[in-house]
């Protein structure tokens, strides 16, 4: 009780953990999507599923260890923001994918990789903000963090899959949902 009253108290675990679980909302939603849309959008085989996110996630991985080496100059929170920079780019360019009818493969790409890149600085700053407040129970804090990060991946998951009709479009909503809501919680 004393570590979920100290969770519950605590304003930056709280934030830390609407930031990386909206970002898994829209995380969960590309994996859950892109085998589809690569496959039935984009007429790509089913081979090339496992290339399109690895060469988009090598974007993410290379960014945390930007960030990760970064740390010694910048804050968490500098580093968030130059995260969310990057998801604001996806959010548009998932808004001109739907608004404008953009179909082209190399546009739906760069939106994964901004997103991304944002995650890569996003998600490893906001569990820290999360977590650092609660060092007498940072079990305890990582456990509820990665519990309702959780619930939010299955619900961008879910989305995705409830609404996927042949296009990018249930992706791309779910994405901008996220970012939207992680931004405006930034």
Do not use: K
């Not at 604001?88 to 493969?105: D, M, P, Q």
Request: glycine letters at 10%; proline letters at 2%; charged letters at 10%.
């Amino acid at each position: 009780r004393a570590s979920a009253r100290a969770f519950a108290d605590s304003a930056e675990s709280i934030w830390g953990t609407a930031l990386v679980s909206f970002t898994f909302l829209a995380y969960l939603s590309i994996v859950a999507g892109l085998a589809q849309v690569v496959v039935d959008v984009y007429a790509m085989p089913a081979s090339a599923v496992g290339l399109v996110l690895g060469s988009a996630i090598f974007f993410q991985v290379t960014s945390a260890q930007v960030g990760r080496r970064a740390l010694h100059r910048f804050t968490s929170i500098q580093l968030l923001r130059c995260g969310f920079w990057f998801y604001g780019l996806s959010a548009l360019v998932c808004l001109a994918i739907l608004l404008f009818g953009i179909t082209e493969f190399w546009v739906f790409w760069c939106s994964l990789v901004a997103f991304l890149v944002g995650m890569g600085l996003v998600f490893p700053n906001a569990t820290a903000v999360t977590l650092t407040p609660l060092r007498r129970s940072a079990g305890f804090g990582a456990s509820i963090l990665g519990t309702i990060q959780i619930i939010f991946a299955t619900l961008g998951a879910s989305l995705t899959g409830v609404f996927y009709d042949r296009s990018v479009a249930s992706m791309m909503v779910v994405v901008v949902l996220g970012t939207g809501l992680a931004v405006s919680a930034f």
